[in-house]
T-cell receptor, first 117, second 114 residues
Framework: NAGVTQTPKFRILKIGQSMTLQCAQD?????MYWYRQDPGMGLKLIYY???????DKGEVPNGYNVSRSTTEDFPLRLELAAPSQTSVYFC????????????????FGNGTRLTVT | DAKTTQPPSMDCAEGRAANLPCNHS???????VYWYRQIHSQGPQYIIH???NNETNEMASLIITEDRKSSTLILPHATLRDTAVYYC???????????????FGQGTILTVHP
């Protein structure tokens, strides 16, 4: 298993440009998450998804959009990039069994380092 | 989700046990204590988790007090590669409003010295 794969690893955007950060997992996890981490800070949740076709906002969703058309993929879209979106973006996935309290640990990718200038 | 309090930094000598404390006084009965670490801005790495019993795996031990208001992560023989930021996180069950997500605080910077 490759686990959680994020592409690209690095990207520099100009203000106002758009891009999509890719995230794929091969563990058949139903839950997926996008976090951002600013320098010296902890991770903050942007969006999450509990299954294909179902997404919801986290703590800091403004300026981002997501979609979940398959179990494996959870892309994060940045529209009209701003310097405040300079950050490291982490995707994660986990498995939760419906109707029970079972919740596997989150598995994280190695991140995409984005700079907006 | 309950919030946690951790010391901002700790030091440990190589080969000695590293004991990282965490307070979570508002934890609910169905919330788990999770520990992750992050090395050099890589993706966070899962270490261990528990509900109320002490837990041990190949990486670490987790000691949870009987009232569940605090816990300690123990790295039994710290190495230089254990230098990282360690996050203690209280995680709710799946479903409801938390959907099993992790809420990260500032964590503890553990520095292991030769």
């Amino acid at each position: 298993n490759a686990g959680v794969t994020q592409t690209p690893k690095f990207r520099i955007l100009k203000i106002g440009q758009s891009m999509t950060l890719q995230c794929a997992q091969d563990m058949n996890h139903n839950y997926m998450y996008w976090y951002r981490q600013d320098p010296g800070m902890g991770l903050k949740l942007i969006y999450y998804s509990v299954g294909a076709g179902i997404t919801d906002k986290g703590e800091v969703p403004n300026g981002y959009n997501v979609s979940r058309s398959t179990t494996e993929d959870f892309p994060l879209r940045l529209e009209l990039a701003a310097p405040s979106q300079t950050s490291v973006y982490f995707c994660a996935s986990s498995y939760s069994k419906g109707g029970s309290s079972y919740n596997s640990p989150l598995h994280f990718g190695n991140g995409t380092r984005l700079t907006v200038t | 989700d309950a919030k946690t309090t951790q010391p901002p930094s700790m030091d440990c000598a190589e080969g000695r046990a590293a004991n990282l404390p965490c307070n979570h006084s508002t934890i609910s009965g169905n919330e788990y204590v999770y520990w992750y670490r992050q090395i050099h801005s890589q993706g966070p790495q899962y270490i261990i988790h528990g509900l109320k019993n002490n837990e041990t795996n190949e990486m670490a031990s987790l000691i949870i007090t009987e009232d569940r208001k605090s816990s300690t992560l123990i790295l039994p023989h710290a190495t230089l590669r254990d230098t990282a930021v360690y996050y203690c996180i209280v995680r709710g069950p799946p479903g409801g409003t938390s959907y099993g997500k992790l809420t990260f605080g500032q964590g503890t910077i553990l520095t292991v010295h030769p």
